[in-house]
């Protein structure tokens, strides 16, 4: 039988390693913005997501919001042409990877507020394809991305049977790390310093996931 696991990890692979892969990353903040920048640094495409338009537009304009980050960093990557903030959430279909950083302050009772999470979320599965790759960076407690993340991302779609089965990396690999699991080989990617694993994560026909 045709091994569609291996097929899209292998399709995934080859475009992370000519860098025409499409990363998304959602949550433009002091994590999200400094990390797309390394990425479109390292010559990857990026498409950026933020529920702020304020800092949609400036982020557009080649115009930066945080202090220590050099604005001239973001004005090359619009020059280039390899960077483009939106608030257009469907457009996460067209992200070949898709890492969420997106915030999860305490709670009075000092345990993360995964509202943000839950939301970021529910954009993907709503725009989920497959073959992506998706990626929890956000800081949260062990378990998160099988426990919290995998049943929304499993969830049926109103409309239909459940069309897609989805991977996700574990957090047992420290962030900015992923692992590729399957039959297909994991690869590392140097990013700036980090060893960067990239793997697995793909949303499969239903048929094919046995
Ligand atoms: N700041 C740090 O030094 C640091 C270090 C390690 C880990 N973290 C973790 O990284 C995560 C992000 O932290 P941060 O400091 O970048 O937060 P931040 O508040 O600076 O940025 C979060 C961004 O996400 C956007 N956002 C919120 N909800 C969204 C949604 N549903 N869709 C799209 N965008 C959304 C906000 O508008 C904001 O621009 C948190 O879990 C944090 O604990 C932060």
Do not use: W
Not at 101 to 120: F, H, I, K, N, S
């Amino acid at each position: 039988m045709k091994d569609v696991t291996s097929d899209l990890a292998n399709t995934l692979l080859a475009r992370i390693r000519d860098r025409s892969a499409l990363v998304g990353i959602i949550g433009l903040g002091y994590v999200g913005l400094p990390l797309a920048l390394t990425f479109v640094e390292n010559g990857f495409p990026l498409l950026g997501f933020d529920v702020d338009p304020e800092k949609v537009e400036k982020l557009n304009r080649g115009e930066g919001y945080i202090r220590h980050l050099d604005g001239a960093r973001i004005a090359a990557a619009r020059a280039a042409g390899q960077f483009e903030a939106t608030s257009d959430f469907s457009r996460l279909a067209e992200a070949d990877a898709i890492l969420i950083c997106v915030p999860t302050p305490l709670t009075p009772q000092r345990e993360p507020d995964m509202t943000y999470v839950d939301g970021a979320a529910h954009q993907i599965r709503a725009a989920l394809r497959p073959g992506q790759l998706i990626i929890l960076e956000s800081t949260t407690y062990p378990g998160t991305t099988d426990e919290r993340l995998r049943p929304i991302l499993e969830a049926p779609a109103p409309s239909g049977p459940l069309p897609l089965r989805a991977s996700v990396a574990s957090e047992a690999t420290p962030p900015t790390s992923l692992s590729l699991r399957g039959r297909a080989a994991a690869e590392a990617i140097p990013l700036r310093g980090l060893a960067m694993t990239v793997p697995l994560s793909s949303a499969l026909p239903h048929s094919a996931a046995s």
